[in-house]
Every structure is written in structure tokens, then in C-alpha cells.
């Protein structure tokens, strides 16, 4: 019997090819670094996830299938899906937003639209590098079927990892019921880590990667919990940006909640300085 594991951010279930579904207990939670003693920088929040910020939802579909030699189109598949919805499911609207590159490679699309409004108007979405498009394009479909998008069109944030060596990477497993299935299940609270959504098949330096999160606790101007935190506008950037989120009342003076929060408006060039600062410090 072919069997597919989703896991959500509660725990693991498994459908069979029949669309039977299989309890298959809860996911087994691992010591973090911090449980173990390893000292890090920083007040993390209550959970210590990007959840902590408020709003954040976040959905998984993982897929877990087969064993032994790799057959393209067979398996084995070691792949999913992470879903991150800023506002959360029930609630449509952009958040401030930045992005830096890590490493000098990976896709990401919708990063364009980021760099010029310094907005984020859709879910944020992680899976296989082959498998980039059809999430993509599954992203539009999930928006329009649920309030629609943010302007006449859609420009979703979906980001790569490259699991080829533990998953079937050229068999395209991954499709937009899978897709659906993530977003439809994302959960505020605590959140599953390790073999889940589209960090299933991960590796780092030959050990056994995965998904991770984390929260930092920070001061600006009031306490607030963010993924990342940005400052305001320098005294040069004195006009204001051509768009803003939609359903903001107090623009200028607004603030935002997302994996970058801030309590002021910033433009996009600050924030990616701000996104890789953070994302060096988190490493």
C-alpha cells in the first residue's frame, strides 16, 4: 500500500493511496540547542519560533515514501512543503519586508516586487528546488479560491532547497493538492522542526539538516517579538514609499507584524541590510 506522510505543525498523520487517513502519532520533539546548554545571543521568545510573532501561521505537508536505490519518478521521496502565512489564513494583507542572499545561490521568486515596494503581500513558501514552479503557481490558485490577491496580480515569495541527495528530486513528486494542504493547515503555537515540510530531504556539512526557527525578543522604541527587527529610515529617505499595505489606516505610523517586524515604515534597501545581519547572527 502506498503511503505519503503529512505532517502539520500538531503532529503526523499518513494517507494512503485510497485517501485514507492514518493516525500515526504525534511528532517526537527533539532537544534544542538552548534544552542542551549551548549558549546563544539573545532573549528568545516564550515558543522560540517565528510563530512568537503574532499573526504568524505557519502549515506543513511532508512527504515520506520508499527506500534503497534512487529510481526517478519512484523514489525515494524526501521532500514537502512549508507554508508561512504572515497575517495568518483568515486575514489578507501585506507586511514590510526584506530579503538578503546567504550564501550566493538559491531561488526565490517574487523577490523583484520585495526589492522595489518593501512589501510582502503573499504566503512565504519553501520547498525542493524542481518543484519551485508548481508551488508557485499552486500559491495564486490557494489566494484566489480564498479572498484573492493583494493587487491585480500575484507575485508569491516561494524559496528553494536543494535535497537531491536524500530525495527523488527529478521526480517532481511535490503537487498543489500538496500545496493546498499546507496552507489550509497552518497553526499558529508551537511548530514541528527537523524532518518536516520542505526541509525534509536537508543536509549541512554531511550531518542529517532540516527545518529550524527561532525568535528574538528586542527593543524598538516598544518591546516586540520578531524573526528579524529593522531600524527606521535614515534622515535621507525623507519621501514616502509609492505603496503600502493594504487596510493600513495610520500611514506613516503604522506597524506590522511578519518574520521582519518593525514599528515604522522602512524601505527595502535598510531591510535587506537589516535581513542579512540577522541572518549571519542566527548561523
Same mark, same amino acid.
Given at each position: 500500500? %502506498?503511503?505519503?506522510?503529512?505532517?502539520?505543525?500538531?503532529?503526523?498523520?499518513?494517507?494512503?493511496?485510497?485517501?485514507?487517513?492514518?493516525?500515526?502519532? @504525534?511528532?517526537?520533539?527533539?532537544?534544542?540547542?538552548?534544552?542542551?546548554?549551548?549558549? @546563544?545571543?539573545?532573549?528568545?521568545?516564550?515558543?522560540?519560533?517565528?510563530?512568537?510573532?503574532?499573526?504568524?501561521?505557519?502549515? $506543513?505537508?511532508?512527504?515520506?515514501?520508499?527506500?534503497?536505490?534512487?529510481?526517478?519518478? %519512484?523514489?525515494?521521496?524526501?521532500?514537502?512543503?512549508?507554508?508561512?502565512?504572515?497575517?495568518? *489564513?483568515?486575514?489578507?494583507?501585506?507586511?514590510?519586508?526584506? $530579503?538578503?542572499?546567504?550564501?550566493?545561490?538559491?531561488?526565490?521568486?517574487?523577490?523583484?516586487?520585495?526589492?522595489?515596494?518593501?512589501?510582502?503581500?503573499?504566503?512565504?513558501?519553501?520547498?525542493?528546488?524542481?518543484?519551485?514552479?508548481?508551488?508557485?503557481?499552486?500559491?495564486?490558485?490557494?489566494?484566489?479560491?480564498?479572498?484573492?490577491?493583494?493587487q491585480a496580480w500575484g507575485l508569491p515569495?516561494?524559496?528553494?532547497?536543494?535535497?537531491? $541527495?536524500?530525495?527523488?528530486?527529478?521526480? @517532481?513528486?511535490?503537487?498543489?493538492?500538496?500545496?493546498?494542504?499546507?496552507?489550509?493547515?497552518?497553526?499558529?503555537?508551537?511548530?514541528?522542526?527537523?524532518?518536516?515540510?520542505?526541509?525534509?530531504?536537508?543536509?549541512?556539512?554531511? @550531518? %542529517?539538516?532540516?527545518?529550524?526557527?527561532?525568535?528574538?525578543?528586542?527593543?524598538?522604541?516598544?518591546?516586540?517579538?520578531?524573526?528579524?527587527?529593522?531600524?527606521?529610515?535614515?534622515?535621507?529617505?525623507?519621501?514616502?514609499?509609492?505603496?503600502?499595505?493594504?487596510?493600513?489606516?495610520?500611514?506613516?505610523?503604522?506597524?506590522?507584524?511578519?518574520?521582519?517586524?518593525?514599528?515604522?515604515p522602512m524601505f527595502s534597501r535598510p *531591510? %535587506?541590510?537589516?535581513?542579512?545581519?540577522?541572518?549571519?547572527?542566527?548561523?
Amino acid at each position: 500500500m %502506498k503511503t505519503t506522510e503529512i505532517v502539520g505543525p500538531a503532529g503526523r498523520m499518513a494517507l494512503t493511496a485510497g485517501g485514507a487517513l492514518l493516525v500515526a502519532g @504525534f511528532a517526537i520533539v527533539e532537544p534544542r540547542a538552548r534544552d542542551l546548554g549551548i549558549p @546563544f545571543p539573545g532573549q528568545p521568545g516564550p515558543l522560540n519560533a517565528i510563530t512568537d510573532v503574532a499573526g504568524v501561521e505557519v502549515g $506543513y505537508t511532508t512527504l515520506i515514501e520508499g527506500e534503497g536505490a534512487l529510481q526517478v519518478g %519512484k523514489g525515494p521521496i524526501r521532500t514537502g512543503v512549508t507554508a508561512i502565512l504572515p497575517r495568518g *489564513r483568515k486575514t489578507h494583507g501585506s507586511v514590510f519586508g526584506g $530579503y538578503a542572499v546567504g550564501n550566493g545561490n538559491g531561488e526565490m521568486t517574487g523577490t523583484i516586487w520585495i526589492e522595489e515596494s518593501g512589501i510582502v503581500g503573499t504566503p512565504v513558501l519553501i520547498t525542493n528546488t524542481h518543484s519551485v514552479g508548481v508551488v508557485r503557481d499552486a500559491v495564486i490558485a490557494w489566494m484566489l479560491a480564498n479572498g484573492g490577491t493583494e493587487q491585480a496580480w500575484g507575485l508569491p515569495v516561494v524559496a528553494e532547497t536543494w535535497d537531491g $541527495y536524500l530525495n527523488d528530486l527529478n521526480g @517532481f513528486h511535490v503537487t498543489r493538492e500538496h500545496v493546498f494542504a499546507a496552507l489550509d493547515g497552518a497553526r499558529s503555537g508551537a511548530i514541528a522542526e527537523g524532518n518536516v515540510g520542505g526541509g525534509t530531504g536537508m543536509h549541512t556539512f554531511e @550531518f %542529517k539538516g532540516g527545518t529550524g526557527t527561532s525568535s528574538r525578543r528586542v527593543r524598538v522604541e516598544l518591546r516586540a517579538t520578531a524573526r528579524a527587527t529593522s531600524s527606521s529610515p535614515s534622515r535621507r529617505q525623507t519621501h514616502r514609499p509609492r505603496t503600502h499595505p493594504r487596510g493600513c489606516s495610520r500611514w506613516p505610523s503604522c506597524r506590522t507584524t511578519g518574520s521582519m517586524a518593525c514599528s515604522r515604515p522602512m524601505f527595502s534597501r535598510p *531591510r %535587506k541590510r537589516s535581513s542579512m545581519r540577522w541572518s549571519l547572527r542566527e548561523r
